[in-house]
């Protein structure tokens, strides 16, 4: 083979390995929005550690009657109680800090009131969704986990 070809072959071989490469590989997974897709970008954002988005997408799941909402209902009202609960301690936090530090106490004042704010939004929450979990049981004799 001419020196000409060879590189003309090394040059457009890996693109065209490249190019073969993006073609589908496999099923598609479910529809953005979907109860399903919503179950798995909760567990994602789980595991990233965002609690914020999890409890969200687990809402909305909750939201509409399929066959995700009561494994997403039990999943939220865990989530929600820890969550009310962790804001709750960290304001309480703060304000014992607040009392111990009367020099920067007027700066401890911003973090309590938001994780008070967090803790009432996230109590609210749960209970709502302990109303829609008690109406998706119905009177099932054991809880989806």
């Known amino acids: 083979m001419p020196t000409q070809a060879k590189r003309l072959v090394l040059a457009v071989l890996p693109a065209a390995l ?17 109860p399903e897709w919503l179950w798995l970008a909760a567990v994602d954002n789980y595991a990233a550690g965002d ?15 399929n066959p995700w909402r009561t494994r997403a209902a039990v999943w939220r009202v865990t989530m929600l109680a820890g969550m009310a609960r962790a804001s709750g301690e960290l304001a309480d936090a703060y304000e014992s800090g607040a009392k111990k530090n009367q020099a920067r106490a007027a700066s401890f004042q911003n ?8 803790a009432r939004r996230h109590t609210i929450a749960l209970a ?18």
Do not use: N
């Open 18 to 34: 490249a190019l073969a490469g993006c073609g589908e590989s496999g099923p598609a997974g479910p529809a953005v929005d979907t």
């Open 111 to 118: 973090p309590i009131q938001q994780y008070r704010r967090d």
């Open 51 to 65: 609690f914020e988005k999890t409890q969200d997408q687990l809402g909305d799941i909750v939201k509409s009657d």
């Open 128 to 145: 709502e969704t302990v109303g829609t979990l008690k109406k998706s049981l119905g009177d099932a004799e054991t809880v989806p986990l």
